[in-house]
């Protein structure tokens, strides 16, 4: 690895890992967990991912989107039964990327990858918002002028300190600088450490102390494949937008893999579950990180946080830390999906902001699907107005039609509505070159339509039918 390639994943790997550590407490807490175990969670999945992955670069830790599903959980049964849930849910993670199911990430249209990155970084601007809160109340007076300043203070940095030199990543001075400012200055703000206590040793490899009985695997399998879901979309998601970034192509089936396997042996010592995490990413895509390095220097750091540098990592006031999240949320809002808004059909414009605030008001599992139906609701309506026929009277007296378009239950109403039964001569001929029948409905309309012609006592022949439709209706047992 030349030098300069080095350098600039190991100092994006070190900014990186100052981000991790916040949001990692932060989603340990809103799951009632104790906040090292998001910490052992981000440095076991953020290491092993970005070793074993397939989209070096991208960076995976304890992410929010899996603690809130498993809040239920946790109340009701118990951190065991949720460490279970986690290694149940990473091997069914694997079985997903060793089916090689990644490419199902195709079937996710563009407006719902644009809603996705907009919704995402909505909810990172809105989740930096209750760091301006004491409790249930907001920060007022002195305290919210110094967060404001040092916030403000943080961005400006971030965003003038590239037009000067590129030799740095941008967020890591800022986090630096401004922590030192606050320390020599002795301002009064709110520290890392304020948060919670990171100190601790190392993870201990232990087998959860659950009873392995059919009852505690309906319990936790719901959870487990809840999470795995969530998990799985979220980091195709993020490849695929890292892929776009960095101009280049990772693997999905193989980071599906090296995720669930992460989550296995995260839960074997204690840690939380994990996928890919956009704002990280974004931060390490944007420091200059492109390596595997990158990502097990970010994973590698927060152990030594935790281990030996808990004292002055708590000391990193909160204010720079959400001062850079502010950032990431910026940079990663597609901007430019709201200058073509007016230029793009309705039905895109609708996944987008459909997306969106899906996203913002429930999970992304739920908002990506919603996305997906509108899309194949689009295109099914599309393609069945896409269907129609010519018709022409033979030499010999007899009918023939001729269809173009795609048969299936979208459209077997309007393939219906052009044939005449009544009207039509005796012998009457379907045409198919130029049509494809795609699923059973197609099949029964091609039965609906024999139907009709024999009450009529007419006859219907049917020609020029594909190999893969002579098979679909053999299957069917249609003649043809």
Request: aromatic share 8%; proline share 4%; charged share 10%.
């Amino acid at each position: 690895m030349k030098p300069a390639r080095l350098r600039a994943d190991l100092l994006a790997g070190l900014t990186t890992a100052f981000a991790l550590v916040p949001e990692c407490i932060a989603f340990a807490l809103v799951a009632h967990l104790n906040p090292l175990m998001g910490l052992y969670g981000a440095f076991i999945i953020c290491t092993l991912t970005a070793l074993f992955g397939g989209r070096p670069g991208m960076i995976s830790g304890a992410a929010g989107s899996m603690a809130v599903v498993i809040i239920a959980l946790v109340v009701q049964h118990g951190v065991q039964y949720f460490l279970a849930t986690v290694l149940l849910g990473g091997a069914l993670m694997v079985l997903f990327g060793l089916l090689r199911l990644g490419k199902l990430i195709r079937l996710v249209p563009y407006p719902v990858m644009l809603g996705f990155v907009n919704g995402l970084a909505i909810v990172i601007a809105m989740a930096q918002l209750e760091h301006f809160k004491t409790g249930e109340h907001w920060l007022t007076g002195t305290s919210l002028y110094l967060m404001v300043g040092l916030v403000a203070l943080t961005m400006l940095v971030v965003y003038v300190l590239p037009k000067l030199t590129r030799t740095v990543p941008p967020a890591l001075v800022a986090i630096l600088g401004v922590g030192l400012l606050v320390y020599l200055l002795d301002l009064p703000t709110r520290t890392l450490g304020d948060m919670a206590q990171i100190a601790g040793g190392l993870p201990a490899l232990a087998w959860p102390q659950v009873p392995w009985s059919l009852d505690m695997l309906r319990i936790i399998a719901p959870y487990a494949l809840l999470m795995a879901m969530v998990g799985l979309l979220e980091t195709l998601l993020t490849l695929n937008l890292t892929d776009e970034i960095t101009e280049s192509r990772g693997f999905p089936d193989r980071e599906c893999v090296a995720l669930g396997a992460a989550n296995m042996v995260s839960g074997l010592f204690g840690g939380m579950g994990g996928c890919a995490m956009i704002g990280q990413t974004v931060i390490n895509l944007s420091s200059g990180g492109r390596g595997r390095l990158s990502g097990v220097v970010a994973g590698v750091m927060i152990l030594l946080f935790v281990l030996f540098l808990s004292p002055l990592i708590e000391r990193i006031p909160l204010a720079a830390l959400v001062g850079v999240m502010f950032v990431v949320a910026q940079q990663t809002f597609a901007w430019a999906s709201l200058r073509v808004l007016h230029k793009v059909p309705a039905s895109d414009v609708l996944a987008i902001v459909a997306v969106t605030v899906v996203t913002v008001l429930t999970d992304l599992a739920a908002a990506v699907l919603f996305g997906i139906v509108i899309a194949a609701i689009n295109f099914a309506w599309q393609h069945a107005r896409e269907l129609y026929a010519d018709s022409q009277i033979e030499a010999d007296g007899s009918k023939r039609y001729q269809v173009r378009g795609t048969l299936f239950f979208a459209s077997t109403a309007p393939f219906l509505n052009q044939f005449d039964p009544a009207g039509d001569p005796a012998q009457v001929t379907l045409d198919c070159q130029h049509l494809s029948f795609v699923d059973y409905s197609a099949v029964a309309a091609l039965q609906t339509l024999r139907q009709r012609y024999d009450k009529a006592g007419k006859h219907l022949r049917v020609v020029h039918l594909s190999e893969r439709c002579k098979k679909l209706l053999h299957r069917a047992g249609e003649r043809h």
